[in-house]
């Protein structure tokens, strides 16, 4: 007995190491059938990851985009202008309101692609604000003119489109932007007023800390990035209907009050607010036409209206409560009964003598 189970037990540990040998190389096959699979995508992957690089780098390329080194001189624009565009476009052709308004709707970076490519970029999400308004082609100036020299160009069209006509203002746009956005904005627009960095004017706080009170931060004007890829509409619906949660109030039919007559001194109309728009971009380039220019003596005149500002509601309490927490030097600014460019201004009672209210236009 002893023997015949010695016997069958080695044969039952040769047919079990047959069977453990059969499974040990089907095994191994498996595992470099399912290696060299995961190897092939992984190459078709790194593959695709390149052919997409590639795309990117051809569109970058054909593109050719970047910022200014500089802010773009008006001065060079104009003299490029006369060599390249003045044959197709006269001075008169940027003041037919066709194209005031198509470049109000349209980004600088979007021009400049054109510019540079002679095809007009694709806008993948039009908004009200932001259109489809560029004509489909136009020619190529890659080769022509370099990056600044092509900056230079679109922001003198626009100033000769009147992006420049602040004259026609009754208000000083430097004193409004200076009264009431620099306490955020900063006295140059660059983002660092002292409610946000907790600085003053006052050279004895000058080392102050930087609190960074306002989160999402003021803008910075003089941000290319921030500023060259916002159409005028743009900027004209966050002046008039505030950015919601941010810090950023509703301007549109405010009341500015004198501050030594306490009477009301100008309203936050549309045209107001469109020029304060004109005014914000001048951060962005530099107005160095010479003085005895005929379009330096008189800016072209601009759009006075794009019939885009509403009252919206929902904005006065946020409005309200930044009035409360942070009042100007003018006192508080109520807000009108009536639209100001529909029907003139009634004025609250607040603002009244004897509590009647005065139609005020």
Known sequence: MPLLFNEKLRKNESHG????????????????????????????SEKSQVAAGLAVDETLAAQDFDFPSKHPSLMRGRTLFQQHCVKCHSTAFWQQDTVKTDIAYTTPIDTFLMLTTGETPKVSMPTAQR?????????????????????????????????GDMASSHVDMAGVFGGNCAVCHGSKGQGDGFLHTGKTGNHELHDAAQLKNLQPAPANFQQYRRVYNRTDAQLLKYLCEGIYP??????????????????????????????????????????????????????????????????????????????????SESGVKPLPQLDPVAGGLVLPKELTKGGQKQHHD
């Open 246 to 327: 941010s810090a950023m109030p509703a301007w549109y039919g405010n009341v500015n009050l004198d501050k030594d007559t306490g009477k009301p001194d100008y309203i936050f109309d549309e045209p107001l607010l469109l020029n304060l728009v004109r005014y914000i971009r001048t951060w962005a380039y530099t107005n160095d036409l010479s003085e005895d220019l005929p379009e330096a003596k008189n800016p072209p005149p601009g759009l006075q209206s794009l019939q885009s500002c509403k009252q919206l509601p929902t904005n006065y309490p946020w409005f309200a409560e930044m009035v409360e927490h942070y009042p």
């Open 131 to 163: 259109k489809q308004v560029l004509p489909p082609n136009h020619p190529a100036f890659k080769d022509a003119l370099n990056r600044d020299d092509r900056w230079a160009v679109i922001f003198y069209t626009r100033y000769l489109a009147g992006a």
């Open 17 to 44: 190491s047959k069977v453990a040998s059969l499974f040990f190389t089907f095994f191994v096959f498996f595992l470099a059938f399912v290696t060299s699979g995961c190897s092939t995508q992984t190459s078709l």
